[in-house]
């Protein structure tokens, strides 16, 4: 059952929702992401060393890795013990699937040590345990990318039905704010209902996002790129979001919006100058405000968790 005592990965950020679609579309980055190593231990159960200065909790109870491999350890039938480091590069809070990273890269090198006896989708609902810890919501939208790779649907969470889906080159320009918002306060501020005539223009907006990926329609992939229920109650909690948004497509972007909850924005581009030009955007913006910030300008991660050393 066992092949390997020790391995490491590179657990990738993510970006959640690609504007209209809320909880069902999601895709994985080159970079940011997260070291991870775990090796095999002699007693049962789980330990977890953090190798950075984010303070996370150590108990695996109350870490979100920790929570994946839990769920993991419940469907094996022999007593396992695993030792995990985690070196995180992701800032927790930053709305680029920090704790899908975790836990996805937790399950994902732990799955790897065992042969891989547990399937992708197994993974998936495992690392969805943290997913539930950290926001109260068992959502696979990071999840699933961190796991498939690429960029994918989630056409059911019960039961889990998840497809992946081919799409064409697109760069990807990230700002990430140096302010935290909340996975389960974003949440929060959601409207409980919504509009049948708002319901409808997303539902167009999804379909043609999706086809326009599968059809390597860059127009299309631009057009679909609106999103009239969660954006504009969540772009309250971004400083400077409008305008981002805005002067980014008025340098060539093809659009783009909140990555997961926020406060990071993502904007796609059909080439790597574009990208850079986005980038550009979004720095004197937030230099104007006067508000810390880091970028990335990267592209879509086609394989997911990548095993470093196994």
């Known amino acids: 059952m066992v092949t390997e005592k020790i391995i490491k990965v590179h657990a990738p950020a993510t970006v959640a929702n690609m504007v209209c679609g809320f909880d069902i579309l999601g895709f994985a980055v080159k970079e940011p992401y997260d070291e991870m190593w775990i090796r095999l231990t002699e007693q049962p159960g789980i330990t977890i060393i953090n190798k950075d200065d984010y303070q996370l909790p150590a108990e695996p109870e109350k870490n979100v890795a920790g929570a994946a491999l839990l769920a993991m350890l419940e469907e094996l039938t022999q007593p396992v013990g695993f030792e995990l480091t985690i070196r995180k590069h992701i800032k927790p809070g930053s709305g680029v699937g920090s704790s899908a990273a975790s836990s996805a890269g937790a399950v994902v090198a732990a799955n790897t040590l065992l042969n ?105 992939i631009g057009r679909s790129l609106e999103d009239v229920l969660i954006e504009p109650v969540r772009s309250i909690l971004i400083p400077g979001f409008n305008t981002v948004k805005q002067k980014s497509r008025e340098a060539g972007a093809l659009g783009g919006g909140i990555s997961g909850s926020g406060p990071s924005i993502f904007m796609l581009s059909k080439d790597e100058a574009t990208a850079i030009a986005v980038e550009k955007v979004m720095q004197d913006e937030y230099q104007q405000l006067g508000l810390d910030h880091h970028t990335y300008v990267t592209t879509i991660h086609s394989s997911g968790v990548e095993i470093i050393k196994a």
């Open 116 to 220: 891989g006896v547990f399937s992708k989708e197994d993974l998936v609902r495992f690392a969805m345990n943290g997913e539930k810890l950290a926001s109260g919501v068992k959502h696979a939208d990071n999840i699933a990318p961190c796991i498939y790779g690429g960029v994918t649907l989630i056409r059911s969470i019960h039961p889990l039905d998840i497809v992946a889906l081919t799409a064409p080159p697109l760069f990807v320009t990230i700002v990430h704010p140096q302010i935290e918002v909340r996975t389960a306060d974003a949440r929060s501020i959601l409207k409980k209902q919504v509009y049948l005539k708002d319901a409808i223009k997303q539902w167009g907006n999804i379909a043609g996002l999706v086809s326009g990926l599968l059809q390597s329609d860059y127009a299309l």
